[in-house]
Protein backbone atom coordinates (compact mmCIF):
# COMPACT_ATOMS: atom_id res chain seq x y z
CA UNK A 1 0.00 0.00 0.00
CA UNK A 2 1.39 3.51 -0.48
CA UNK A 3 1.46 6.71 0.95
CA UNK A 4 -1.20 8.24 -0.29
CA UNK A 5 -3.57 5.19 -0.45
CA UNK A 6 -2.81 5.16 3.80
CA UNK A 7 -3.76 8.92 3.82
CA UNK A 8 -6.81 8.71 1.84
CA UNK A 9 -8.06 5.56 4.31
CA UNK A 10 -7.29 7.50 7.51
CA UNK A 11 -8.96 10.52 6.34
CA UNK A 12 -11.91 8.22 5.20
CA UNK A 13 -12.59 6.35 8.52
CA UNK A 14 -12.64 9.87 10.12
CA UNK A 15 -14.96 10.71 7.92
CA UNK A 16 -17.04 7.87 8.61
CA UNK A 17 -16.39 8.19 11.96
CA UNK A 18 -17.53 11.86 12.55
CA UNK A 19 -20.59 11.61 10.07
CA UNK A 20 -22.13 8.64 12.44
CA UNK A 21 -21.03 11.25 15.40
CA UNK A 22 -22.46 13.71 14.14
CA UNK A 23 -25.79 12.28 12.99
CA UNK A 24 -26.46 10.31 16.39
CA UNK A 25 -25.60 13.68 18.22
CA UNK A 26 -28.17 15.81 15.68
CA UNK A 27 -31.56 16.91 17.09
CA UNK A 28 -33.34 15.67 13.53
CA UNK A 29 -32.20 12.24 14.65
CA UNK A 30 -33.02 12.23 18.46
CA UNK A 31 -36.84 13.35 17.19
CA UNK A 32 -37.11 10.80 14.72
CA UNK A 33 -36.48 7.99 17.36
CA UNK A 34 -38.79 9.59 19.61
CA UNK A 35 -41.25 10.09 17.00
CA UNK A 36 -41.11 6.73 15.03
CA UNK A 37 -39.36 4.17 18.75
CA UNK A 38 -39.86 6.27 21.49
CA UNK A 39 -39.87 3.39 23.72
CA UNK A 40 -36.38 3.29 22.83
CA UNK A 41 -35.51 7.14 23.96
CA UNK A 42 -34.20 6.07 27.42
CA UNK A 43 -31.52 3.72 25.71
CA UNK A 44 -30.55 6.45 23.43
CA UNK A 45 -27.66 8.54 25.37
CA UNK A 46 -25.90 4.74 26.58
CA UNK A 47 -26.02 3.53 22.54
CA UNK A 48 -24.50 7.03 21.35
CA UNK A 49 -21.09 6.61 23.68
CA UNK A 50 -20.80 2.76 23.46
CA UNK A 51 -21.04 3.79 19.65
CA UNK A 52 -18.74 6.84 19.60
CA UNK A 53 -16.49 4.37 21.56
CA UNK A 54 -16.36 1.43 19.08
CA UNK A 55 -16.62 3.11 16.09
CA UNK A 56 -12.83 4.55 17.19
CA UNK A 57 -11.77 1.74 16.46
CA UNK A 58 -11.00 1.59 12.68
CA UNK A 59 -9.42 5.15 12.54
CA UNK A 60 -7.15 4.12 15.40
CA UNK A 61 -6.65 1.04 13.66
CA UNK A 62 -5.18 2.86 10.71
CA UNK A 63 -3.45 4.93 12.43
CA UNK A 64 -1.33 2.61 14.21
CA UNK A 65 -0.28 0.85 11.32
CA UNK A 66 0.75 3.54 9.90
CA UNK A 67 4.63 4.11 9.55
CA UNK A 68 6.31 7.14 8.15
CA UNK A 69 8.89 10.01 9.93
CA UNK A 70 7.85 12.49 12.10
CA UNK A 71 6.56 15.59 10.50
CA UNK A 72 6.78 17.30 14.38
CA UNK A 73 8.45 15.47 17.24
CA UNK A 74 8.69 16.70 20.69
CA UNK A 75 12.24 16.16 22.23
CA UNK A 76 14.21 17.31 25.42
CA UNK A 77 12.77 20.17 27.25
CA UNK A 78 9.51 19.96 24.76
CA UNK A 79 8.75 16.79 25.44
CA UNK A 80 8.52 17.96 29.11
CA UNK A 81 6.17 20.86 27.96
CA UNK A 82 4.04 18.50 25.33
CA UNK A 83 3.86 16.05 28.55
CA UNK A 84 3.29 19.09 31.04
CA UNK A 85 0.68 20.24 28.80
CA UNK A 86 -1.16 16.69 28.43
CA UNK A 87 -1.47 16.53 32.43
CA UNK A 88 -2.67 19.95 32.76
CA UNK A 89 -5.35 18.66 30.40
CA UNK A 90 -6.11 15.71 31.99
CA UNK A 91 -6.68 17.17 35.26
CA UNK A 92 -8.49 19.73 34.51
CA UNK A 93 -10.98 16.96 32.87
CA UNK A 94 -10.54 14.65 35.68
CA UNK A 95 -11.51 18.10 38.31
CA UNK A 96 -14.42 19.13 36.15
CA UNK A 97 -15.71 15.66 36.06
CA UNK A 98 -17.37 16.68 39.74
CA UNK A 99 -19.46 19.59 38.69
CA UNK A 100 -20.97 16.85 36.05
CA UNK A 101 -23.84 14.59 36.43
CA UNK A 102 -21.97 11.29 35.26
CA UNK A 103 -25.18 8.92 34.84
CA UNK A 104 -26.64 11.54 33.19
CA UNK A 105 -23.85 12.03 30.87
CA UNK A 106 -23.36 7.95 30.18
CA UNK A 107 -27.05 7.97 29.60
CA UNK A 108 -27.52 5.55 32.69
CA UNK A 109 -29.85 8.04 34.40
CA UNK A 110 -32.21 8.10 31.14
CA UNK A 111 -32.13 4.43 31.26
CA UNK A 112 -33.30 3.85 34.79
CA UNK A 113 -35.86 6.54 34.72
CA UNK A 114 -37.45 5.82 31.39
CA UNK A 115 -36.66 8.99 30.37
CA UNK A 116 -37.76 9.69 26.88
CA UNK A 117 -37.62 13.70 26.15
CA UNK A 118 -34.84 14.74 23.62
CA UNK A 119 -33.64 17.63 25.90
CA UNK A 120 -30.46 16.91 27.93
CA UNK A 121 -32.02 16.40 31.61
CA UNK A 122 -29.40 18.13 33.48
CA UNK A 123 -29.88 21.46 34.96
CA UNK A 124 -27.85 24.19 33.48
CA UNK A 125 -24.70 24.66 35.74
CA UNK A 126 -21.22 26.39 35.54
CA UNK A 127 -18.41 24.71 36.73
CA UNK A 128 -15.09 27.08 37.40
CA UNK A 129 -13.39 26.34 33.89
CA UNK A 130 -16.84 27.85 32.39
CA UNK A 131 -15.38 31.20 33.93
CA UNK A 132 -12.86 31.15 30.85
CA UNK A 133 -14.28 29.16 28.34
CA UNK A 134 -17.87 27.95 27.06
CA UNK A 135 -16.73 24.50 26.00
CA UNK A 136 -13.56 23.33 28.73
CA UNK A 137 -13.46 20.24 27.50
CA UNK A 138 -13.16 20.94 24.02
CA UNK A 139 -10.43 23.46 24.64
CA UNK A 140 -8.65 20.66 26.80
CA UNK A 141 -8.91 18.21 24.21
CA UNK A 142 -7.37 20.52 21.60
CA UNK A 143 -4.73 21.18 23.74
CA UNK A 144 -3.94 17.58 23.99
CA UNK A 145 -4.64 16.65 20.10
CA UNK A 146 -2.03 19.26 19.07
CA UNK A 147 0.92 18.27 21.14
CA UNK A 148 1.27 14.91 19.10
CA UNK A 149 3.94 14.08 17.50
CA UNK A 150 3.19 14.27 14.63
CA UNK A 151 3.42 11.97 10.97
CA UNK A 152 1.54 12.64 8.23
CA UNK A 153 -1.90 10.55 9.51
CA UNK A 154 -1.50 11.80 12.70
CA UNK A 155 -1.41 15.45 11.10
CA UNK A 156 -4.51 14.19 8.94
CA UNK A 157 -6.55 13.17 11.91
CA UNK A 158 -5.80 16.42 14.41
CA UNK A 159 -6.86 18.62 11.62
CA UNK A 160 -9.88 16.60 10.79
CA UNK A 161 -10.72 15.96 14.36
CA UNK A 162 -10.40 19.84 15.11
CA UNK A 163 -12.52 20.97 11.51
CA UNK A 164 -15.45 18.41 13.55
CA UNK A 165 -14.93 20.25 16.59
CA UNK A 166 -15.12 23.79 15.53
CA UNK A 167 -18.28 23.02 13.45
CA UNK A 168 -19.98 20.62 15.90
CA UNK A 169 -19.14 23.49 18.54
CA UNK A 170 -21.58 25.81 16.52
CA UNK A 171 -24.21 22.52 16.17
CA UNK A 172 -23.61 22.24 19.99
CA UNK A 173 -24.37 25.91 20.41
CA UNK A 174 -27.68 26.44 18.73
CA UNK A 175 -28.74 23.29 20.59
CA UNK A 176 -27.46 24.87 24.21
CA UNK A 177 -29.70 27.88 23.02
CA UNK A 178 -32.55 26.17 22.32
CA UNK A 179 -32.86 24.28 26.02
CA UNK A 180 -31.35 27.00 28.00
CA UNK A 181 -32.36 30.22 25.80
CA UNK A 182 -31.50 33.87 27.65
CA UNK A 183 -29.40 31.82 30.34
CA UNK A 184 -27.10 30.60 27.96
CA UNK A 185 -27.18 33.67 25.50
CA UNK A 186 -25.69 35.56 28.67
CA UNK A 187 -23.12 33.48 28.78
CA UNK A 188 -22.21 33.66 25.17
CA UNK A 189 -21.48 37.43 25.91
CA UNK A 190 -19.45 37.01 28.80
CA UNK A 191 -17.20 34.07 28.17
CA UNK A 192 -14.88 32.95 24.63
CA UNK A 193 -15.92 29.72 23.38
CA UNK A 194 -12.48 28.19 23.60
CA UNK A 195 -9.61 30.49 24.09
CA UNK A 196 -9.23 32.12 27.39
CA UNK A 197 -8.64 36.00 27.37
CA UNK A 198 -7.77 37.65 30.38
CA UNK A 199 -10.37 40.47 29.98
CA UNK A 200 -13.56 38.29 29.21
CA UNK A 201 -14.53 35.88 32.07
CA UNK A 202 -17.19 35.48 34.19
CA UNK A 203 -16.87 37.18 37.81
CA UNK A 204 -18.83 36.23 40.83
CA UNK A 205 -21.96 38.63 40.02
CA UNK A 206 -22.25 37.59 36.45
CA UNK A 207 -22.60 33.92 37.54
CA UNK A 208 -25.75 34.49 39.75
CA UNK A 209 -26.98 37.13 36.75
CA UNK A 210 -27.02 34.13 34.34
CA UNK A 211 -28.37 31.48 36.70
CA UNK A 212 -30.99 33.81 37.56
CA UNK A 213 -31.69 34.60 33.80
Known amino acids: ???????????LSWLFYLGIHSLLAS??????????AARWMPFYRLFFNVTAIALLALPLSLLYNYHQDWLIE?????????????LIAIGGIIWSLRWYDGKEFLGLRQLKNRQQRIEDQENFHLSPLHRFVRHPWYSLGLMMLWTRNMDEGMLLSAIMITLYM????????????????????????????????????????????????
Do not use: C, T
Request: no cysteine; proline share 4%; glycine share 4%.
Open 1 to 11: MNNLQALLEIG
Open 27 to 36: LWMKQLVQNK
Open 74 to 86: WQGIWFMLSLSIN
Open 166 to 213: LIGLNLEERKLLIYHGEKYRLFQQKVPALIPRPWKYLHKEDIQKILNA
